[in-house]
């Protein structure tokens, strides 16, 4: 069974520019989230999906960060405009479904760093 | 809200020799715990988690957790400990209000196994 995929590995931005993460998730897995790891730091939910629906977003800095599921499956994570402290390693993760008897699988991660 | 503090940011232990990495957690509701491992430039694997019924859960690789309601902790143990289990290991929470299966983590543990 394949994992959850992500693209880039590494991405390495100045300040004020644009960055855009993909994820896919492990087939027939309805939720999808978003989670930023700052270094030294154990991981923060930004976003959660339930197929093409926001289930919660409550963490998310909507004035630089968007996201989108567009057809349920994979998604993409935005940043515009980068700051200094937007760097972090960007994880993204599924399971079959919102209930925390359903495991959630991670990928590697996009480790973003902003110069 | 939740919480969850892992008090020990570096574990240094002997290869063979046994661990165990503290977390205590803080909830206003009924709570799932679970502990995650992060090798380096991967994604969290899950090693084991508690939902209900025993308190004492078996994990994968070896690992053990006791849930102990009254002292509010999760301490992962392991009896033996190979050079392999050297990782960054993560306790995490959730309570699944509201349908959303969000996991708060802890700052993390690095367990370091010498030879």
């Known amino acids: 069974e394949a994992g959850v995929a992500q693209s880039p590995r590494y991405k390495i931005i100045e300040k004020r520019q644009s960055v855009a993460f993909w994820c896919n998730p492990i087939s027939g897995h309805a939720t999808l989230y978003w989670y930023q790891q700052i270094l030294g730091q154990g991981p923060k939910l930004l976003i959660q999906f339930q197929n093409n629906g926001v289930v919660d977003d409550s963490q998310l800095p909507k004035d630089r960060f968007s996201a989108e599921r567009l057809k349920g499956v994979d998604s993409t994570l935005k940043i515009q405009p980068a700051k200094l402290e937007d760097s972090a390693v960007y994880l993204c993760?599924?399971?079959?479904?919102?209930?925390?008897?359903?495991?959630?699988?991670f990928g590697p991660g996009t480790r973003l760093t902003v110069t | 809200a939740q919480s969850v503090t892992q008090l020990d940011s570096q574990v240094p232990v002997f290869e063979e020799a046994p661990v165990e990495l503290r977390c205590n957690y803080s909830?206003?509701?009924?709570?799932?715990l679970f502990w995650y491992v992060q090798y380096p430039n991967q994604g969290l694997q899950l090693l084991l988690k508690?939902?209900?019924?025993?308190?004492l859960v078996k994990g994968i690789n070896g690992f053990e957790a006791e849930f102990n309601k009254s002292q509010t902790s999760f301490h992962l143990r392991k009896p033996s400990v190979h050079i392999s289990d050297t990782a960054e290991y993560f306790c995490?929470?959730?309570?699944?209000?509201?349908?959303?299966?969000?996991?708060?983590f802890g700052t993390g543990t690095q367990l370091k196994v010498e030879l």
């Open positions: 993760a599924s399971s079959l479904g919102t209930s925390s008897y359903y495991e959630q699988y």
């Open positions: 508690y939902l209900s019924g025993s308190t």
């Open positions: 995490a929470v959730s309570d699944s209000t509201g349908g959303g299966n969000k996991l708060t």
């Open positions: 909830s206003s509701v009924s709570v799932y």
